[in-house]
């Protein structure tokens, strides 16, 4: 392997440590026995999630592909995937919020575990319906435990300001560490004790387990609106009416999207991005260097909320900027760097270019992750937490489904043009939030649930 990965791996890795062994007083917030106890079980229960979920990433393509389905036929199923989410994500956050949050973290095991044995079979349909379940399965993952970690944190009522401490916390661990581990632990099952592409998938499915057990023993419940009265479509129309009356709902979801789309599409295109030409890069190397990327956002972000300035609405202006230029890179070296014409060989010069950029987009996707958690539990009402988040995803999973149908249909460049102008109006987005941050709501849920009850009968 190239020297180059090694450098940025290992220069990566020292600015991480650098950073988690530097932090002062200012950079720590003084917390009880009681939340870090708290906060320690959630952040054992998210990991085992995310581990659950980052060892079937690398290998779900790659499993289809054993089974002799081509490309057009892995795409569908991909598409199935994001828009099960879409069509039954809003559904399940619905009822997440009415039925328990608690429930609705254990039913994500459970299908997600399904969607895991689902992998056995080699039959097109079996898969079909794996992906209908995964769909599920990650709607809640990004809604659900979200939800009852904020429910949980109030109701045992710990200071607001520590819920940033386990965001931040939690996407240091599930969505970098974790994530590196997984990826190793599947390449020794797959390669090195060569158990099969489905072993990293029953692999997933004990972590998933163990999780789940760890819930039932130390979890309580929490609820969202639980009106005895109130089905799924009044909890809906309810979601609704608060994103539109609420201009600072209204633009954290729009804000969400844009840069969650950008993202999903960002996983796409990296690897026919860095080897245009067929070049030879260690995939799973350059995930983990990623991740590595992800766990030094995350780190600055703790540092960050640990402080009363910059505010979250302030500083993320300026993460969409730079996220929005790394995305740049594609189109700036394509013009700048003549490309290569030989087939195959090692990274090209533009190649590593565009590597250093894509680690510092991924730098910036780990300051959003806990930066929007604490947006959107300062903003979003706490009765239909669930069901506004799952909403918010609505939008996304038709660009990334959009994006999956169309993927060769526009050239590389086009597409990283694409995903840099909607960061760039994500940025301008913020400015706007962070502008009327500090207004008063126009209407609280209560009153808004009133005013809707009682238009009720003028409608029927």
Not at 78 to 103: E, N, W, Y
Not at 128 to 133: C, D, K, S
Request: hydrophobic content about 50%; charged content about 15%.
């Amino acid at each position: 392997m190239e020297l180059f990965y090694f450098v940025v791996f290992g220069a990566l890795g020292a600015v991480v440590a650098a950073l988690e062994l530097s932090k002062n007083s200012k950079d720590r917030i003084n917390t009880s026995s009681a939340f870090n106890s708290f906060k320690n079980n959630y952040l054992v229960v998210y990991s085992l999630m995310m581990a659950g979920d980052w060892l079937q990433g690398p290998y779900v393509y790659y499993l289809y592909s054993t089974y002799g389905f081509g490309k057009g036929e892995i795409g569908q199923l991909f598409i199935v995937g994001f828009g099960s989410s879409m069509l039954f994500g809003t559904i399940v956050g619905s009822l997440a919020d009415k039925q328990g949050r608690r429930r609705a973290c254990v039913t994500y095991c459970i299908t997600y575990i399904l969607s895991c044995i689902t992998k056995h079979s080699p039959q097109y349909k079996v898969l079909m319906v794996g992906r209908i379940l995964g769909g599920i399965a990650t709607s809640l993952l990004f809604s659900a435990f979200e939800s009852w970690l904020v429910a949980e944190h109030n109701k045992r009522g710990f200071e607001q300001q520590w819920l940033s401490i386990t965001f931040s916390k939690a996407i240091f661990l599930g969505n970098g560490l974790v994530a590196i581990l997984s990826g190793l632990f599947g390449n020794l099952l797959v390669d090195s004790l060569s158990l099969g592409p489905v072993a990293p998938f029953d692999a997933a499915a004990c972590f998933l387990a163990i999780g789940m057990a760890v819930i039932l023993s130390s979890w309580t419940e929490n609820f969202g609106d639980p009106s005895e009265n109130k089905d799924l479509l009044t909890q809906f129309r309810g979601a609704a009416v608060a994103i539109a009356s609420d201009e600072k709902i209204a633009l954290l979801g729009a804000i969400q999207s844009l840069f969650e789309g950008s993202m999903y599409t960002f996983v796409f295109l990296w690897t026919p991005a860095l080897s245009p030409n067929d070049e030879e890069i260690p995939h799973g190397f350059i995930f983990a260097t990623f991740m590595l990327a992800s766990m030094l956002g995350s780190s600055l972000a703790s540092r960050l909320m640990a402080r009363s300035s910059p505010r979250v609405e302030g500083y993320m202006q300026i993460v969409f900027v730079v996220s929005s230029v790394s995305l740049l890179l594609p189109i700036v070296t394509n013009f700048l760097v003549a490309p290569s014409k030989v087939k195959g060989g090692s990274i090209s010069f533009a190649g590593c270019l565009q590597l250093l950029g894509f680690c510092a987009f991924e730098a910036c996707v780990g300051i959003f992750w806990p930066s929007i958690m604490k947006m959107r539990s300062q903003y979003i009402p706490e009765e239909a937490r669930s069901t506004i988040m799952n909403f918010f995803r609505i939008p996304l999973n038709i660009f990334v489904c959009i994006v999956l149908y169309n993927v060769d249909a526009f050239p590389i460049t086009v597409m990283f043009g694409m995903c840099s102008i909607f960061l760039f109006v994500a940025s301008i987005l913020q400015r706007r939030l962070m502008a009327i941050s500090d207004k008063p709501k126009i209407e609280n849920w209560s009153a808004m649930k009133e005013r809707d009850t009682e238009a009720e009968p003028l409608n029927e």
